[in-house]
């Protein structure tokens, strides 16, 4: 059974039971010498969703099925609410952003829309701090039987099939910056249990030297550069290039501690 659940879509795995689910699940943790710690179902994009944590060497993993998904986000289909507009014109004022309107500059910093093909996977619920510099932690994962995730599997593994701006959906609050914010959409856990695009001041690093994903490291909140661009961090599809220059040029080699990364076990 589990030669074809390597091979899991997002598709497949909802068409399931859970006590199917749990089935699956079971098998993968038993591949990496791990247990099932939680084999729940939740709604998500209005069907419902496994959501299931493995746990392995005191580490918490979620089950992440890949197969045919499609990621970046489509500008096409996108209308900022009023608000957005409004306020991302004030950030044009103080100096900031790409563009003459929020479209123009979502078109610089996110990811292209593609179609790619994504094996299943367990990704660890929390970033954790870089204890080396980037090019060092891939070796430093392997001796943990870990890797770095790709740029692909990071963003559909906080998108789960979304398609929208963020992991919650196209809006965010605009009476108030992230940071700091605990009750927010960006506090909760996303579909697949984990706790990811949470904290702009987070930088994670992936396989992909090109981008960053989950925050810029606070770049947007002591900048000033105004509600909407500072909720833009946490979007899916951001890909922070600006900051990715920073964190793998000479200005960024001694900063790793200050980023974190998002292990994967491979199954």
């Given amino acids: 059974m589990w030669h074809e659940a390597a091979d899991l879509s997002l598709d497949q ?24 710690t939680v084999a729940e179902t939740v709604e998500h994009l209005g069907a419902p969703l496994h959501r299931v944590r493995i746990e392995r060497n005191a580490q918490e993993f979620a089950l992440i099925p890949g197969g045919l998904v499609t ?11 009023p608000e957005q507009t409004a306020d991302y014109q004030e950030s044009l004022k103080q100096g900031f952003g790409y563009g003459p309107d929020p479209r123009a500059h979502l078109a610089q910093v996110l990811s292209r829309r593609r179609t790619v093909t994504l094996a299943t996977v367990l990704m660890a619920l929390e970033d954790e701090t870089l204890t080396e510099p980037p090019a060092d932690m891939p070796a430093v994962l392997a001796a943990r039987g870990l890797r ?6 990071w963003e559909h593994a906080c998108g789960a099939g979304a398609d929208t701006l963020f992991r919650w959906g196209d809006t965010c609050p605009m009476d108030r ?19 990811i695009a949470y904290d702009t001041y987070s930088t994670e690093l992936t396989s992909d030297v090109t981008a960053v994903h989950g925050g810029d490291g606070g ?3 002591c900048g000033g550069y105004g509600t909407l661009l500072a909720w833009l961090p946490l979007a899916t599809a951001n890909r922070n290039p600006s900051m990715a220059e920073f964190v793998y040029g000479p200005d960024g080699e001694d900063m790793y501690e200050d980023f974190s990364t998002r292990p994967v076990l491979t199954l």
Avoid: K
Wanted: charged residues 25%; hydrophobic residues 40%; glycine residues 8%.
């Fill in 177 to 195: 910056i992230p940071y700091g914010d605990r009750i927010g959409p960006h506090a909760q856990p996303n579909a697949f249990g984990l706790r």
């Fill in 219 to 221: 770049e947007s909140v």
């Fill in 148 to 153: 770095m995730p790709t740029s692909d599997e």
């Fill in 71 to 81: 990621l970046g986000f489509d500008l096409d289909a996108w209308q900022p609410t």
């Fill in 13 to 36: 795995w909802r068409s399931f039971d859970l006590p199917v689910a749990r089935c699956v699940a079971e098998e993968a943790a038993d591949l990496v010498d791990g247990h099932v």
